[in-house]
């Protein structure tokens, strides 16, 4: 079945520092690929989607580049912010109208000044 | 613009007792919907989905039902709940594109 593997647990950084965050995926087909943020109390918002044409999704000064010869979507932003401390989650839509989302486990991060 | 909206904010509840939690879509017509459960520190299971009135499929149910009544209300619930139904219930809804879109959520506690 669909699944995604993407960095976990606690992400520390010092603001200024490049962000990077691990996700690859396992499916039988061409998925949608998806970055949420989720902030402390919040629910989950959609940060990045992945394209079918090759262009490289942008927002917030986050981007991720879908490769399907690695089966990846890391998610990369240049320089932290203090902001950016949030839960990130990948997720990968199956197939179908109204198919799952498969969502990883997330990865916490913290970026400190 | 699109605006859903889950309903009550928040709940405590004792064990064993009823819960019906709701969610409202505006301005999208036969949105596809999904409820959502993230226990505290853990990831997001998607439970229910529906795509039309009336039309409702369980992912993992966890001892919870999910009905659709209208167009635009998605509604969970259960007769009796337990301590691990503790935990953030979100609401999601999709347009054609296979993103989804969440409310605000509602926190359950259960006591």
């Known amino acids: 079945g669909d699944s995604v593997t993407q960095t976990e647990g606690l992400v520390t950084l010092t603001e200024g520092l490049p962000v990077m965050l691990n996700c690859t995926y396992q499916s039988t087909y061409s998925p949608f690929l998806f970055w949420y943020v989720q902030h402390l109390n919040e629910a989950p918002k959609l940060l990045l989607k992945?394209?079918?044409?090759?262009k490289r999704p942008e927002h917030q000064g986050f981007h991720a580049t879908l490769h399907k010869s690695s089966s990846s979507f890391h998610l990369q932003k240049s320089s932290a912010q203090l902001s950016d401390s949030a839960l990130y989650y990948c997720a990968l839509s199956g197939q179908g109208t109204g198919s799952k989302l498969s969502f990883g486990k997330g990865a916490k991060l913290t970026v400190s000044p | 613009a699109q605006t859903i909206h889950q309903w009550p904010v928040a709940e405590i509840k004792a064990v064993g007792s009823p819960l019906s939690l709701g969610c409202t879509i505006k301005g999208k017509s036969s949105p596809n919907l999904y409820w959502y459960w993230q226990a505290t520190g853990g990831t997001l299971q998607q439970l229910f989905y529906s795509i039309t009135v009336g039309q409702v499929e369980s992912v993992v149910q966890l001892n919870l039902s999910a009905s659709r009544p209208k167009d635009d209300q998605f509604i969970l619930s259960t007769e009796k709940l337990l301590l691990s139904h503790s935990g953030f219930y979100l609401c999601?809804?999709?347009?054609?594109?296979?993103?989804?879109?969440f409310g605000p959520g509602t926190r359950l506690t259960v006591l």
């Open positions: 999601a809804w999709s347009p054609a594109s296979y993103e989804q879109y």
């Open positions: 992945s394209f079918t044409d090759n």
